[in-house]
């Protein structure tokens, strides 16, 4: 079956640090590939998407590619803000329709901090 | 505002108590799921529909029951609830049909139910 293994946190930076957060997933055919993020609280909000090998995704300074040959979706962002701080999920659609109509695969969640 | 509407935020049964979590969407979007949080294991598929009337099992079905018989509302239906139920409960819509149109946009989350069952 399909899965989703990234770096679990906590993740503790200091600010306008550079971010890594490495996720790679398990998956037959072309599955689509994103990154949601839940601030304390709150449900889970797409940060940003990839549906084909080598697309890249990117929102609010974040970005993520889609690599196929390492099976990998690593986020990142230049220079963390302490308003960044969040759980961030790694998630991928299932293959076999296509088109996600059997829901979301994710990772455990890496939470992210940053400090001032 | 359009989104992803569940009731209620919170709830506490007793061990045995039957509920109801609502979910509601107005986006007209086809496909709607149901998922569990847990602290450390990020969240898992319970039930999953891709259209009124049709509903499938999805990781943790088990003590769950789902229907969907209209395109805005999938409620989730706990029968006899168990303290292994305790947990954060999210419902998540998305558009269907065309490959790209889910993939595209993802899905839509609720805010969320917190469930302890004592």
């Known amino acids: 079956g399909n899965s989703v293994t990234q770096m679990e946190g906590p993740v503790t930076l200091s600010e306008e640090a550079f971010l890594t957060i490495n996720c790679t997933y398990t998956?037959?055919?072309?599955?689509?590939l994103f990154w949601y993020v839940q601030y304390p609280g709150e449900g889970l909000q797409l940060l940003l998407k990839a549906t084909k090998a080598d697309d890249k995704g990117s929102n609010k300074g974040f970005e993520a590619t889609y690599r196929k040959e390492t099976t990998s979706f690593h986020l990142e962002k230049g220079s963390v803000q302490v308003s960044d701080s969040a759980v961030y999920f790694c998630a991928l659609s299932g293959s076999y329709s296509g088109g996600g109509a059997d829901g979301l695969t994710f990772g455990k969640g890496t939470h992210l901090i940053i400090q001032p | 505002n359009a989104g992803v509407t569940q009731t209620p935020k919170f709830q506490v049964l007793k061990t045995g108590q039957s509920m109801t979590l609502q979910c509601a969407q107005d986006?007209?979007?086809?496909?709607m799921s149901w998922y569990r949080q847990d602290p450390g294991m990020g969240l898992r598929l319970i039930h999953y529909s891709v259209g009124a009337g049709i509903t499938d099992q999805g990781e943790v079905p088990n003590g769950y029951n789902v229907s969907r018989s209209t395109t805005e509302d999938f409620p989730l239906r706990l029968l006899s609830a168990a303290p292994s139920q305790t947990s954060v409960y999210f419902c998540?819509?998305?558009?269907?049909?065309?490959?790209?149109?889910?993939?595209?946009?993802?899905?839509?989350f609720g805010s969320g139910t917190r469930l302890t069952v004592v």
């Open positions: 998540a819509s998305s558009y269907g049909g065309a490959r790209g149109r889910s993939a595209n946009y993802g899905y839509t």
């Open positions: 998956a037959t055919g072309y599955p689509s």
């Open positions: 986006m007209n979007h086809e496909y």
